[in-house]
């Protein structure tokens, strides 16, 4: 199967332009193309489909790598640098497990970019934004797949414990950071976590914040049933547990049997996910992608005092917990509680929830 993958990107680079991958529909031109020969190899060979992806992918690198070599091991950027694009939405589009192979694809796009925006701008600001910032139009149909994408090679990157070389002006030194630390160059070069807080987006920065709880209960083995043991209100539970469907069992339950569109295959990650055969998603040909909205309403919604609170606590903390932070973030909390506040009742009181022992 390498050697069908190896004829399929020479074949095909040989007849698009330098520039010929630079718009997005171009690129899944060739990613349909490419869907298909994974699914035949897949069938003719008997073997799983995220199997013949990953070699799909090694075999995009391969070909970015050998062109990379030739020119004194500079990227030539243009379809020789997007081609690792081609490989990034396959490892989503087919559910690559093999945390290797995408953790080697994250590194060969750092290496040319220095930075991972094509995956975190669109998560944080919304499929349109990157054609305004960076100009270029994210691979990704909406805000919600972007977030579920984001959170998918973060969990390969942290498996893998990916870290990477910054250089860092404070320090005047390159320091080694983490996948989700790395810097967005067009933002001022500021973490994502920074860009969520200053972007008013509480919902992202909790998603971005629920990863160290993640790790930690990986860590020890309690992924995923020791979500619900955790002593925190429902929602926050929620935003940990990533892997669960937006509206929640308990509404799933009172619903009545409906069949479900096709794009809510991808509600849910890991490996039981449905992945579309193809990239052209279900209803493209009434809307327009570069020019549709999106409606999807990824988290609930957080409250004022909550927002300031996780405000005083980022501002404060510096990157570490400490009894500083924790007593500005409960300081800026009750600071901005509604005048009716019952101080009797919580404000997001959950009957089914134990109240934290003193």
Same mark, same amino acid.
């Given at each position: 199967?390498?050697?069908?993958?190896?004829?399929?990107?020479?074949?095909?680079?040989?007849?698009?332009?330098?520039?010929?991958?630079?718009?997005?529909?171009?690129?899944?031109?060739?990613?349909?193309?490419?869907?298909?020969?994974?699914?035949?190899?897949?069938?003719?060979?008997?073997?799983?489909?995220?199997?013949?992806?990953?070699?799909?992918?090694?075999?995009?690198? =391969?070909?970015?790598?050998?062109?990379?070599?030739?020119?004194?091991?500079?990227?030539?950027?243009?379809?020789?640098?997007?081609?690792?694009?081609?490989?990034?939405?396959?490892?989503?589009?087919?559910?690559?497990?093999?945390?290797?192979?995408?953790?080697?694809?994250?590194?060969?796009?750092?290496?040319?970019?220095?930075?991972?925006? =094509?995956?975190?701008?669109?998560?944080?600001?919304?499929?349109?934004?990157?054609?305004?910032?960076?100009?270029?139009?994210?691979?990704?149909?909406?805000?919600?797949?972007?977030?579920?994408?984001?959170?998918?090679?973060?969990?390969?990157?942290?498996?893998?414990?990916?870290?990477?070389?910054?250089?860092?002006?404070?320090?005047?030194?390159?320091?080694?950071?983490?996948?989700?630390?790395?810097?967005?160059?067009?933002?001022?070069?500021?973490?994502?976590?920074?860009?969520?807080?200053?972007?008013?987006?509480?919902?992202?920065?909790?998603?971005?914040?629920?990863?160290?709880?993640?790790?930690?209960?990986?860590?020890?083995?309690?992924?995923?049933?020791?979500?619900?043991?955790?002593?925190?209100?429902?929602?926050?539970?929620?935003?940990?547990?990533?892997?669960?469907?937006?509206?929640?069992?308990?509404?799933?339950?009172?619903?009545?049997?409906?069949?479900?569109?096709?794009?809510?295959? =991808?509600?849910?990650?890991?490996?039981?996910?449905?992945?579309?055969?193809?990239?052209?998603?279900?209803?493209?040909?009434?809307?327009?992608?570069?020019?549709?909205?999106?409606?999807?309403?990824?988290?609930?919604?957080?409250?004022?005092?909550?927002?300031?609170?996780?405000?005083?606590?980022?501002?404060?903390?510096?990157?570490?917990?400490?009894?500083?932070?924790?007593?500005?973030?409960?300081?800026?909390?009750?600071?901005?509680?509604?005048?009716?506040?019952?101080?009797?009742?919580?404000?997001?009181?959950?009957?089914?929830?134990?109240?934290?022992?003193?």
């Amino acid at each position: 199967m390498d050697y069908i993958f190896e004829c399929f990107f020479d074949d095909t680079f040989d007849q698009i332009t330098r520039n010929g991958l630079q718009d997005r529909q171009s690129r899944r031109d060739v990613l349909d193309h490419l869907s298909a020969i994974i699914k035949g190899c897949s069938e003719g060979q008997d073997t799983q489909t995220e199997e013949v992806a990953a070699i799909a992918v090694l075999a995009a690198m =391969r070909f970015h790598r050998l062109a990379k070599e030739q020119n004194g091991k500079v990227c030539l950027m243009g379809k020789y640098h997007n081609i690792l694009y081609i490989g990034l939405r396959t490892c989503w589009d087919w559910g690559v497990r093999d945390s290797e192979v995408v953790v080697q694809l994250l590194e060969a796009i750092y290496e040319c970019e220095k930075t991972f925006e =094509r995956i975190f701008l669109g998560a944080l600001f919304g499929p349109h934004a990157p054609h305004f910032i960076a100009g270029w139009r994210s691979d990704f149909q909406d805000q919600h797949e972007n977030v579920r994408a984001m959170v998918y090679f973060l969990k390969h990157a942290t498996r893998e414990k990916l870290t990477l070389p910054v250089w860092i002006p404070r320090f005047e030194q390159e320091r080694q950071l983490r996948f989700i630390d790395v810097p967005i160059e067009s933002c001022g070069k500021s973490s994502p976590l920074r860009i969520a807080l200053q972007a008013n987006a509480p919902e992202m920065l909790l998603i971005l914040l629920s990863c160290t709880i993640r790790d930690i209960l990986r860590q020890h083995h309690q992924l995923p049933n020791g979500i619900d043991t955790l002593r925190l209100p429902k929602r926050l539970q929620r935003y940990i547990d990533l892997t669960e469907e937006l509206e929640g069992p308990a509404v799933e339950s009172e619903k009545p049997d409906v069949p479900k569109p096709a794009s809510a295959a =991808r509600a849910k990650l890991g490996s039981d996910m449905p992945r579309l055969e193809t990239i052209s998603s279900v209803g493209e040909e009434d809307e327009s992608e570069d020019e549709s909205e999106n409606h999807v309403q990824l988290l609930e919604a957080v409250t004022d005092a909550e927002k300031a609170a996780v405000a005083a606590f980022v501002a404060t903390s510096d990157g570490a917990i400490t009894p500083e932070a924790k007593k500005a973030a409960m300081a800026a909390y009750m600071a901005n509680l509604p005048p009716d506040y019952d101080p009797e009742l919580p404000p997001d009181f959950d009957p089914d929830f134990p109240p934290l022992s003193s």
